[in-house]
């Protein structure tokens, strides 16, 4: 099962205060950890967003809203992707990350193809499959 | 430069209700035009938040809190991970999302993703080693999951 670990936004991330030297190594060690159990499959951090932007669309028109964004509650800093046997066990890792104060996290599970029913034809699965392996070329080589 | 684009929740990702099959042909037609500029680099749907749970840490100390959560305009159905060469770039890519989506009413949100680059001092060239082993080693688990 694949969940994906979102980061929520706080006042400190939307104002890029950078993370300290003993923070970065603690999450390295957990990161260190979760790959070599064969949990962690990716992670990122993003950036304000002051440097992001939205679109919306509405019918036939599309507007795009520069950031910043003021609702923190809704943006998010950073996420991880966890390969897992149950919603359990990405609790038990979630509950060891190296936050202290005031951070929350929110584990959500991903669609895999067995999730969809007929809507997913045989024929848009196997495009799926193809298209994902291109996505997999794609990552390796950036 | 990458960027995670958002496609952000609403009532009916809330719900599970799922896509049609024209949205499915629709979005994997998006996505492959995006792979074949070389711009996707992953791409996934989460499920609803009834199925998720949060997890708050208070001076050390977790506490799981299991969902739904109700604030659908803090929550995430899906996202993608592209890779291009300008913020501009990536808005058009977005600006061409499956316009059936959500009904023709959709949010999506642009955030860049912070790169090695982007920091200083405080990421040592040790800790930039280490990144970079643990993405690789990482990158090969994603290829061949358990």
């Known amino acids: 099962m694949r969940f994906m670990v979102i980061v929520k936004a706080n006042k400190d991330s939307e104002a890029g205060v950078m993370p300290t030297e003993k923070m970065l190594t603690e999450m390295g060690k957990y990161n260190e950890e979760l790959v070599k159990a064969g949990v962690m499959l990716a992670g990122e951090g993003l950036q304000p967003s002051s440097k992001g932007a939205r679109v919306r669309f509405d019918g036939k028109t599309r507007t795009v809203t520069d950031g910043p964004f003021s609702e923190t509650k809704e943006l998010i800093a950073g996420f991880w992707l966890w390969q897992v046997r149950s919603r359990d066990e990405a609790l038990e890792w979630l509950k060891r990350a190296p936050f202290t104060d005031g951070e929350e996290l929110e584990l959500r599970q991903v669609f895999e193809m067995e999730d969809f029913g007929a809507e997913f034809t045989p024929e848009l699965r196997e495009q799926e499959k193809r298209v994902m392996a291109e996505a997999e070329k794609n990552r390796s080589k950036s | ?146």
């Open chain 2, 1 to 146: 430069m990458k960027f995670m684009v958002i496609r952000k929740a609403d009532k009916d990702t809330e719900a599970g209700v799922m896509p049609t099959e024209q949205l499915v042909t629709d979005m994997l037609k998006y996505n492959e035009e995006m792979i074949k500029a070389g711009v996707m680099l992953d791409g996934m749907g989460l499920q609803p938040s009834i199925k998720g749970a949060r997890v708050r840490f208070d001076n050390g100390k977790p506490t799981v809190i299991d969902g739904p959560f109700a604030e659908t305009k803090e929550l995430v159905a899906g996202f993608s991970l592209i890779q291009v060469k300008s913020r501009e770039e990536a808005i058009e890519w977005v600006k061409r999302w499956p316009k059936i989506d959500g009904g023709g009413n959709v949010e999506i949100e642009i955030r860049q993703v912070y790169e090695a680059e982007d920091f200083g001092a405080e990421f040592t060239p040790e800790m930039r080693k280490h990144e970079a082993w643990l993405r690789d080693a990482a990158e090969k688990r994603s290829a061949t999951p358990r």
